[in-house]
């Protein structure tokens, strides 16, 4: 059975930094896209970053841009976000997601059930 299982998130003050781990297994995710994405309240759930198997293809939506980071550990199945600089518009429940392509969510197979992080001001 595959699962994904998110941690690391918490609530924070604004400028604060916190680190996501999304823990794999079930299968070995080693040769598969891996991504988060987060949904605010109130909104649709939205694209943060992507990152390939290899590493050799990140993506970053504009508004992290320069403050968050993806990076994994293929051996250990593992993906994490470092988030520095939080902002209150961070606030959200962040999703890891595996085995899909670019930013779209619909094309990814695997989902967390997602970990929530809060940022006041």
């Known amino acids: 059975q595959v699962q994904l299982v998110e941690s690391g998130g918490g609530v924070v003050q604004a400028g604060d930094s916190l680190r996501l781990s999304c823990a794999a297994s079930?299968?070995?995710?080693?040769?598969?896209?891996m991504a988060w994405f987060r949904q605010a309240p109130g909104k649709e759930r939205e694209f943060v970053s992507y990152?390939?198997?290899?590493?050799?293809?990140?993506d970053v939506t504009g508004s992290v841009k320069g403050r968050f980071t993806i990076s994994r550990d293929n051996a250990k199945n593992m993906v994490y976000l470092q988030m520095n600089g939080l902002k209150p518009e961070d606030t959200g429940i962040y999703y890891c997601?595996?085995?899909?392509?670019?930013?779209?969510?619909?094309?990814?197979?695997?989902w967390g059930r997602g970990t929530q992080v809060t940022v006041s001001s």
């Open positions: 990152i390939t198997w290899n590493g050799g293809r990140i």
């Open positions: 997601a595996a085995n899909g392509l670019g930013r779209n969510e619909r094309l990814y197979d695997y």
């Open positions: 079930g299968r070995t995710f080693s040769g598969v896209t």
